[in-house]
T-cell receptor
């Protein structure tokens, strides 16, 4: 079945360092890959997304890369700040032609001052 | 635009009672998705609905759970005879048509079964 694996489950970095979170997906038909940030007790919020027709996308300190051949995509956060601390989820759109999201298990990022 | 509205935000039910969770999609969105998030876990797809139609309910437990999205009014996720294992955050998301469009999430309903 459709599956998204996410690593690591926890990540601790010093303020100013970079953080990288990696995901792999199983459905070769997936063509949309969003990343969500979820703070404690709040809703998931989209921080960046990438579609299969590009290999990389950047938005200020956040970038995402996609390797469709390897079915692998990654989130890169540079110059981390304490307010980046949250749980990050990758997702892939499942098959069927609609926006059914298959989520990874999440990465708890802690940025220490 | 008020965004995706879910209510109630918090719901406490005793074992055996019914829980009704409501979701109003963003204005102009006719596609609604329900996800469940167990404590310390990721979000799991439950069901996808369009107005008056269930399109994909492959993530919905076969018993006690049902969903609807009537022509008028919000989408409803109904859980009958709740058990402690139903305690979770239930999120609704809406999006325009298409498979690569942003999904907007509501604030969620946190269900606690006591």
């Amino acid at each position: 079945g459709e599956n998204v694996e996410q690593h690591p489950s926890t990540l601790s970095v010093q303020e100013g360092d970079s953080a990288v979170i990696k995901c792999t997906y199983s459905d070769s038909a997936s063509n949309y890959f969003p990343w969500y940030k979820q703070e404690l007790g709040k809703r998931p919020q989209l921080i960046i997304d990438i579609r299969s027709n590009v290999g990389e996308k950047k938005d200020q300190r956040i970038a995402v890369t996609l390797n469709k051949t390897a079915k692998h995509f990654s989130l890169h956060i540079t110059e981390t700040q304490p307010e980046d601390s949250a749980v990050y989820f990758c997702a892939a759109v499942g098959s069927g032609g609609y926006n059914k999201l298959i989520f990874g298990a999440g990465t708890r990022l802690a940025v220490h001052p | 635009n008020a965004g995706v509205m879910q209510n109630p935000r918090h719901l406490v039910r005793r074992r055996g009672q019914e829980a009704r969770l409501r979701c109003s999609p963003m204005k102009g969105h006719s596609h609604v998705y329900w996800y469940r998030q167990l404590p310390e876990e990721g979000l799991k797809f439950m069901v996808y609905l369009q107005k008056e139609n269930i399109i994909d309910e492959s993530g919905m437990p076969k018993e006690r759970f049902s969903a609807e999205f009537p022509k008028e009014g919000p989408s409803i996720l109904r859980i009958q005879q709740v058990v402690r294992g139903d305690s979770a955050a239930y999120f609704c998301a809406s999006s325009p048509a298409g498979a690569d469009t942003e999904a907007f999430f509501g604030q969620g309903t946190r269900l606690t079964v006591v």
